[in-house]
């Protein structure tokens, strides 16, 4: 019976790399989340501030490019 030695389609590096951008994912859509009212008949500015219309979204595509990167490098 031969030993067959299992082997992982990346190189370690591209999944520190995975990890990373996908973390940079989550924090681009944390960034994204609050800035509602408790009242709903109150209109709330705070849906229209730099950080939910021009920083949450570059962090994510940001991450998404981080992602392509990780997968698309070349293993050693």
Same mark, same amino acid.
């Given at each position: %019976? ?10 370690? +590096? ?9 973390? +940079?994912?989550?924090?681009? /859509?944390?960034? %994204?989340?609050?800035?509602?009212? *408790? *009242?709903?008949? +109150?209109?709330?500015?705070?849906? /229209? ?14 991450? /998404?490019?981080?992602? +392509? ?8």
């Amino acid at each position: %019976m031969e030993d067959k030695k299992s082997e992982f389609l990346f190189d370690k +590096v591209n999944y520190k790399i995975l990890l990373i951008g996908l973390g +940079v994912i989550a924090l681009g /859509f944390i960034l %994204m989340s609050g800035g509602g009212s *408790d *009242d709903p008949t +109150v209109f709330s500015e705070d849906i /229209f501030n730099f950080r939910r219309i021009r920083l949450a979204p570059t962090t994510v595509l940001i991450g /998404f490019g981080i992602t +392509v990167f990780s997968i698309l490098k070349p293993n050693k």
